[in-house]
């Protein structure tokens, strides 16, 4: 059947089935790989997007629940000077090391200063606490966060 | 290939899953886990998929002058951002994490009826009561009720969750704790939740320990007549009967649960 809704700003329609993955379709009929699959299993934040302004596991939505939705992913959100601060921050910080949790990671730190003007140690943990990274220990990611509240970041 | 609906209205979807057995969908947090059978889906699923999530009737918080009333969509996201009473809103924002409580729903933990579902314990000790729809008709039975058992409820094939009332009540103070392996984004091994108004009217639930939550209301009358915290954990222990799993163990969960309580409840006393 057809399925609309906007990616990245603009309007698109695909045929494609209620019950194909929302991941499946960005990653496979868009081409747009920023967007990742790690568990499939809605724990570990890799394949994050955002449906009308909110953070949502791909992997966890099928496109019936994505009709008519405005859905950003990374490569859109890369494009914005909100992401670009975020992006400083994670490489000054020495936030990255193989980067697949990286674009899920950036966008649950935006959707973290959506919450809090300057999140606690605690309100970062609980923010992230659905991204999984395999490499940096979390702690260059924590000092990422905290050196955007040092600079006065704010969501927009 | 197996069919798939997306109504938007209540009526639409009660005609669909009356003329047959269907799968309803909501936030899918949980259906989607259950992989082994989704993958693949497009073709094995043997009943027809209904999407709910389009009916957005379903999708506000109100409240009467006795009742606030919770549309089955609610998000786990916006039970924890509303108006409601704290000792509502700080459970749901300890659900999960913050991606799966903007698309996981308030029906949906209910009706899955996990064990380990979170929400349960909650709207059990504040005495909800959910209303089921069905062509033929609705119904509206206490949360007690509804649920039979691990992932057991009394909900018929054609019966769609609609709406969740939760009583308004005067109590002035709660207690939440959920114990998993991290602090987030874990189920729980176990749960405790207290509320209550000073020492005159109180309910305490035990969630994730047996397979249904633990809630006495003989208990809690004989607590509020006699404050005895041994006799209320001796009572609480001749109920629990928790097992081994993966999770944790028997004796783990039964003494923090006992535990928790009893902490919490002398230092209400002590302040009385
Ligand atoms: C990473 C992760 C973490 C989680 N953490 C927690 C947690 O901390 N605590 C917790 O309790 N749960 C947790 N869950 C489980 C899940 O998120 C919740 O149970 C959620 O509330 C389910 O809602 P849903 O809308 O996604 O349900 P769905 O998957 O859409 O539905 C669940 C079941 O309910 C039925 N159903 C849904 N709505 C209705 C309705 N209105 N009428 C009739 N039937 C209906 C469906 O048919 C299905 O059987 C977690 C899940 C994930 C993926
Ligand atoms: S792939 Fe979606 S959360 Fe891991
Ligand atoms: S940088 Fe490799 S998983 Fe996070």
């Known amino acids: 059947m057809k399925i609309d809704f906007i990616l990245n700003g603009n309007a698109v329609s695909i045929e494609s089935t209620y019950t194909r993955r929302l991941l499946d379709v960005i990653r496979e009929d868009f081409d747009l790989t920023g967007t990742k699959e790690g568990c499939a299993e809605g724990e570990c934040g890799a394949c994050l997007v955002f449906m009308d302004d909110l953070l949502v596991n791909s992997c966890m939505v099928p496109m019936a629940n994505a009709v008519g939705k405005s859905v950003v992913t990374i490569e859109s959100f890369a494009q914005t000077e909100a992401y670009k601060s975020i992006e400083n921050a994670f490489m000054s910080s020495g936030a990255v090391q193989c980067g697949y949790c990286t674009p899920g990671m950036v966008m649950a730190v935006y959707e973290l200063f959506k919450k809090y003007d300057a999140p606690t140690l605690q309100q970062v943990k609980e923010g992230l606490s659905g991204n999984l990274c395999r490499c940096t220990g979390y702690q260059m990611i924590f000092e990422a966060v905290a050196m955007l509240v040092k600079e006065g970041y704010r969501y927009d | 290939m197996i069919n798939s609906y997306r109504p938007t209205t209540v009526e639409e979807a009660l005609q669909l899953i009356h003329q047959k057995r269907c799968h309803i969908f909501a936030g899918g947090t949980d259906l989607m886990i259950r992989k ?12 027809p998929v209904v999407f709910i999530n389009g009916i957005d009737s379903l999708k506000n918080i109100e409240e009467t002058d006795t009742h606030y009333i919770i549309g089955a969509l609610v998000t786990q996201t916006e039970m924890a951002e509303s108006h409601l009473p704290e000792y509502i809103r700080v459970p749901y924002a300890q659900m999960s994490h913050p991606a799966i409580r903007n698309i996981a729903t308030v029906g949906g933990n209910i009706v899955n009826a996990a064990s380990v579902a979170d929400s ?153």
């Open chain 2, 120 to 272: 349960i314990p909650i709207l059990l000790a504040l005495d909800a009561e959910v209303t089921l729809q069905s062509v033929e008709g609705e119904r509206t039975i206490p949360l007690g009720a509804f649920i039979l058992g691990k992932y057991k409820t009394v909900r018929k094939d054609n019966e769609l969750l609609t709406y969740i009332h939760i009583p308004k009540k005067n109590y002035n103070a709660y207690y939440y704790k959920k114990i998993g392996q991290r602090k987030a984004s874990i189920l729980s091994k176990v749960s405790v939740f207290i509320v209550h108004h000073k020492l005159d009217e109180i309910a305490i639930t035990i969630g994730a320990v047996n397979p249904m939550v633990i809630r006495s209301v003989q208990l809690e009358k004989q607590f509020i007549k006699d404050h005895s915290i041994p006799d209320l954990i001796q009572g609480f222990k001749a109920i629990l009967s928790g097992v081994n799993d993966k999770r944790s163990t028997k004796d783990y969960r039964e003494t923090v649960a006992i535990n928790m309580i009893k902490t919490y409840l002398e230092g209400v006393i002590n302040e009385l």
């Open chain 2, 36 to 47: 082994r059978q989704w993958q693949g889906a497009e073709r094995k699923f043997t009943q």
